[in-house]
């Protein structure tokens, strides 16, 4: 620990890498917010590597937030957010590693805390989905940022049903989301059969392309995500993805004709008082980032879920901080 005028002092960047500099503690007893790693990767088919993703988040996070939101709030100090470091699955055992995150996310919601998840290739949406709902007994209304849909039902004449690309399906076929309050939007880029939008629509979900995401003003968008969830217990499930290949490359996916990073920071500010139990960020690959710009970009996103959770707990509006 270094001293300046007798006070304990660090740089940012300094320390142990955790989500914010918040406290690493592995109880979730007390807390409101609980960051967890999923460093969960057998889901992805083409730019495998995302489980470093929540190792890269932090990392960035340390280096480039600071405290305070522009909001005016600083959430790290309005609630007791803690990272509970990550989840410690088997890659090779897929089956697995979703109860394993399942387990862990529900120990933290069942103790009162909602989860901030940092992954991790899209699959591992279902596990957390799966806690949400065994802690809210409801199926939840699901906000859904994406390029892709990830509605297919199976790949490979029925081999694979557990994929980043099924998430969606499982969930619904599940009854963790309720597809006529959720949404799903940013959709871009070429398809298979079975990941249209009107293969989402079908399961009952709203779709909102990126080009008509992107003529839509931030407000607007929010008036229609308020509307549609009707406030019912909400998750929000953000892949990178989402954002143009040009702002970030390090995904396992990426699209052209995606949000630029403005935007999509935006539309997630647009959406406080959403009441969220939880929320993450998906498809962060340290292994394709360029001078770590998506992992910077990540750990705002996350920042944002961070603030948008600490406003549901209803104590979200501590003023700016300086330090």
Not at 84 to 93: F, P, R, S, T, Y
Not at 192 to 206: I, K, N, V
Request: hydrophobic share 45%.
């Amino acid at each position: 620990m270094a001293f300046l005028d007798g006070k304990p002092v660090a740089g940012r960047g300094a320390g142990i890498a955790t989500f914010a500099g918040i406290d690493w503690v592995t109880d979730p007893t007390g807390a409101q917010i609980a960051v967890l790693g999923v460093p969960f990767d057998a889901g992805g088919a083409v730019r495998v590597g995302a489980r470093q993703g929540p190792a890269a988040i932090r990392r960035a996070s340390m280096a480039s937030l600071r405290p305070s939101h522009r909001n005016g709030r600083v959430p790290t100090r309005a609630c007791r957010c803690i990272d509970m470091g990550d989840v410690a699955l088997i890659n090779e055992l897929p089956d697995v590693s979703r109860r394993l995150v399942e387990d862990e996310a529900f120990r933290c919601l069942d103790a009162g805390a909602r989860v901030l998840a940092l992954g991790g290739d899209h699959a591992t949406t279902l596990p957390l989905l799966r806690a949400a709902r065994r802690a809210t007994g409801v199926p939840l209304a699901l906000v859904h940022f994406d390029a892709h849909q990830d509605v297919v039902e199976s790949y490979y004449g029925g081999a694979v049903r557990y994929n980043n690309g099924t998430v969606f399906s499982r969930a619904v076929e599940e009854g963790l989301v309720d597809p006529q309050r959720s949404i799903q939007m940013g959709m871009n880029g070429t398809v298979f059969p079975g990941m249209r939008p009107e293969d989402s629509r079908a399961l009952g979900f709203t779709v909102i392309e990126a080009d008509a995401l992107v003529a839509m003003a931030p407000d607007s968008l929010a008036q229609r995500v308020f509307a549609i969830t009707a406030g019912a217990p909400a998750y929000l499930s953000f892949d990178l993805d989402v954002f143009d290949v040009s702002v970030a490359p390090g995904t396992g996916a990426p699209e052209a004709g995606g949000l630029l990073a403005r935007e999509g920071l935006a539309f997630l500010r647009a959406l406080d008082g959403l009441p969220l139990v939880g929320a993450d960020v998906v498809e962060m690959n340290p292994l394709f980032d360029s001078a770590d710009i998506t992992a910077i970009l990540a750990a705002n996103v996350a920042f944002e879920l961070l603030t948008l959770l600490s406003a549901a707990t209803g104590e979200g509006h501590e003023q700016h901080s300086t330090s």
